[in-house]
């Protein structure tokens, strides 16, 4: 059985700028499983640089609201909101509120920093 929380976990910079604390990673745990899973925050006003993923990726809004891009279509998200991002696709996302936009990132098969560019802005 594996239980941890979130304070658990170190955070980082990504690629895209957005605050991260990668929770789950088939390459870091002797559990199987194919996908990874995240922790993401967008600091109030702020958004991830424009970037491209070769897998799917799949954002779950946790708190706060923000603007998905994805490949140049914007839609209004918010907590409870389910964003598929398809393979390939141009996307970022802006925090448009006055707090910390928070959402978790599901990227099957695992995400690998060869499968990710990241654009000029």
């Known amino acids: 059985m594996l239980i941890k929380h979130l304070k658990d976990?170190?955070?980082f910079i990504a690629g895209d700028d957005s605050l991260l604390r990668e929770l789950l990673h088939p390459d870091k745990s002797d559990?199987?499983?194919?996908?990874s899973l995240a922790h993401a925050q967008v600091a109030p006003g702020k958004k991830t640089k424009p970037h491209i993923l070769q897998t799917s990726?799949?954002?779950?809004?946790l708190t706060g609201q923000g603007l998905m891009t994805i490949n140049g279509e914007s839609?209004?998200?918010?907590?409870?909101?389910?964003?598929y991002i398809p393979p390939?696709?141009?996307q970022y996302i802006e925090n448009t509120?006055?707090?910390t936009l928070e959402f978790?990132?599901?990227?099957?098969?695992?995400?690998?920093?060869?499968?990710e560019k990241?654009?000029?802005s």
């Open 31 to 35: 559990l199987e499983f194919r996908f």
């Open 97 to 99: 509120c006055d707090t």
């Open 75 to 83: 839609t209004p998200v918010e907590p409870n909101c389910v964003v």
């Open 88 to 90: 390939n696709s141009v």
């Open 57 to 61: 990726e799949v954002y779950y809004i």
């Open 9 to 11: 976990f170190q955070k």
């Open 118 to 120: 990241i654009l000029n």
């Open 104 to 115: 978790l990132c599901i990227v099957d098969p695992a995400w690998r920093e060869s499968d």
